[in-house]
């Protein structure tokens, strides 16, 4: 299968590559199906997390605990069956990226991350009971 993206061109993918929401993505009813597809340039920790039912919904997104040493919560037991987690080992972690036109106001959601199964590619959105924040900036001033 293929599907054309605005940053990659043309991705080829099998049906193994689907990451299944569980549930939508948060504001995005109906949208299930994604594919993860990770930068070409390796040292940049930001991925794509493209919809195959829409072409033109993507969202950056970028692993947190690179950019928040601290970065710790608990699942709760729904999310946690519904998923089929088993160990941590189980789990890819991403939080969305907001990129606006200053790298400096570049922000991470820490409030809604999206918890992946990696064995048989279930996800889930969720929003943390911990206080995180839904911006936390990435970047302190004159470090982008």
């Given at each position: 299968m293929k599907i054309v993206t605005d940053y990659r061109g043309e991705v080829e993918y099998t049906e193994d590559d689907i990451i299944h929401f569980e549930d939508?993505?948060?504001?995005?009813?109906?949208k299930k199906d994604f594919l993860l597809i990770a930068n070409i340039e390796?040292?940049?920790?930001?991925h794509w997390l493209q919809s195959i039912e829409?072409?033109?919904?993507?969202?950056?997104?970028?692993?947190?605990?690179?950019?928040?040493?601290?970065?710790?919560?608990?699942?709760?037991?729904?999310?946690?069956?519904k998923l089929n987690l088993n160990s941590v080992e189980d789990i890819m972690i991403y939080t969305t990226v907001i990129i606006p036109d200053s790298v400096e106001e570049i922000t991470i959601n820490l409030?809604?991350?999206?918890i992946i199964n990696i064995n048989d590619?279930?996800?889930k959105q969720v929003i943390l009971s911990e206080d995180y924040p839904y911006k936390h900036k990435i970047f302190q001033k004159?470090?982008?």
């Open positions: 939508s993505m948060y504001g995005f009813d109906g390796p040292e940049l920790p930001f829409d072409e033109s919904l993507t969202f950056v997104i970028t692993d947190p605990f690179l950019f928040v040493e601290k970065y710790d919560f608990e699942l709760d037991d729904l999310t946690v069956e409030k809604s991350p999206i590619r279930k996800a004159g470090e982008a």
